[in-house]
């Protein structure tokens, strides 16, 4: 993975900003985000946030700290200056003092402090990115990360690449709470670090500059990539465009099997997808068992659902109807058993997979319209290689059940795919 970087486009992105420093280092965070956003080994489809701190007048004239992090519904491929809403840091930093805050307070707490009310809610990392003191900020879900942040002792590999140039934080549900954790941790070993390695979740990179800090994030993903292949598990690529522009009678079952269930019976697009990476992938001799593990980042179980559909060549319309009946069945269980220990009541929601394997063919994403259907399979094509790596090096563990399902039923998560939808 190389710097995209661009000395005489940075150079006009910052002229055109104007005088003003803060919209000149605004205008270089954009296009640094823009740079990340558009590596889909870096993130996907609106996973991953950026920040920068900068000074601005306030109501009384003078200078005072402003944080601009990645709002909710932004893509970073495409992020434009509204895309990072501003807020007063002080009081932000402040809430180091609060012990606890829900998930709808903290939401407000952050408003409360925009510089413009009209602005996208600030990322639900806002904090984390808050009490970092550096002035940018970078937090990707690397695949080549992923392969080894999903280990069982995903810490001790981070030590063993990086040794004490990043912070390690284990696992913590984002928001608040991974907010107060990584900043505990950033107290204790930050000094002299240039990121952090968060367990069964991604990577942060932080610089007092926009290229560094884009930089470093390249460069801590490349060598978790040569890490991978000096022990025999490389991340394979992409290997060109997987689509397939075909529908195989399997494919066709599918559909009308999906489309007797609800969200499907008015719209469905599906989306088939066949490489050599998947082929690796689905050939994995206990695939079954694999795939049901969870995702590899916590973000994609609300695309995705904690696990897939698996179907097999030759499958007709009754193979279909029985599989996705098993499946909506797990998945009653499934959120039974996990809402009954739930603080405030869940609504279940529609048990239908977004993802089927159907070894031999491919993987087939769907949803209620191409967009939709893309996004999953462009995650579940990614997830195929992440994992397929993961095995050859150890074993691919990702979040237990409970803390999947506390992502998939977090009402902030929620709120946020409503929007994009």
């Known amino acids: 993975m190389h710097s995209r970087w661009d000395d005489a486009e940075a150079a006009r992105i910052e002229a055109a900003a104007g005088e003003d420093p803060a919209d000149r280092a605004l205008a270089l965070r954009v296009y640094t985000s823009r740079l990340i956003g558009q ?4 993130v996907l489809h609106g996973g991953g946030n950026t920040s920068v701190k900068v000074a601005r007048r306030n109501g009384a004239g003078e200078l005072a700290p402003v944080i601009h992090v990645k709002g909710s519904g932004w893509d970073l491929a495409t992020i434009e200056a509204p895309g990072l809403p501003g807020m007063w840091l002080d009081p932000l930093l402040a809430a180091r003092n609060i ?5 709808e307070e903290m939401v407000r707490f952050l408003r409360a402090e925009m510089l413009d009310q009209t602005g996208p809610t600030p990322s ?5 990115h808050a009490f970092l003191p550096q002035e940018v900020v970078d937090h990707t879900h690397s695949a080549a990360a992923l392969a080894l942040a999903n280990q069982p002792d995903a810490a001790g590999i981070a030590r063993a690449i990086y040794g004490d140039r990043l912070c390690v934080v284990p696992y913590v549900m984002p928001g608040f709470a991974l907010s107060h954790a990584a900043d505990g941790i950033f107290a204790a070993e930050g000094e002299g670090t240039e990121g952090m390695f968060l367990v069964n979740h991604g990577l942060f990179s932080f610089a007092g500059d926009a290229r560094t800090s884009y930089e470093n994030i390249l460069r801590f993903t490349n ?22 522009s075909w529908t195989p009678p399997e494919v066709v079952a599918l559909a009308e099997a999906l489309g007797a269930h609800a969200p499907f019976r008015e719209n469905l697009a599906v989306d088939l997808r066949s490489s050599p990476a998947i ?8 695939l079954a068992e694999i795939s049901a593990r969870g995702t590899v980042t916590p973000d994609h179980v609300i695309r995705i659902k904690p696990r897939l559909v698996i179907g097999a060549k030759g499958f007709a319309r009754g193979d279909w109807d029985r599989a996705l009946a098993a499946y909506a069945d797990w998945y009653q269980a499934y959120f039974t058993r996990n809402a009954a220990r739930a603080t405030e009541p869940k609504t279940m929601l ?6 089927a394997l159907i070894p031999g063919l491919g993987i087939a994403g769907f949803g209620r319209n191409a967009r939709e ?9 990614q997830s195929a290689r992440v994992i397929w790596s993961a095995e ?3 074993r691919f563990t990702p979040l237990a059940e409970a803390d999947l399902f506390d992502m998939e039923y977090w009402s902030l998560e929620q709120a946020k795919l409503r929007a994009a939808g």
């Open 99 to 103: 012990p606890d805050m829900s998930d």
């Open 350 to 355: 529609d048990p239908m997979p977004r993802v």
């Open 373 to 381: 259907a893309a996004i999953a399979a462009d995650l579940a094509e």
């Open 124 to 128: 639900v990392e806002a904090l984390m």
């Open 223 to 244: 060598e978790c990539e040569a890490f991978l292949a000096d022990n025999g598990a490389p991340l394979t690529g992409p290997e060109g465009d997987a689509r397939v």
């Open 392 to 394: 050859r090096f150890g």
């Open 39 to 42: 590596e889909p080994d870096l």
């Open 279 to 286: 082929d690796r992938y689905l050939a994995l001799p206990d």
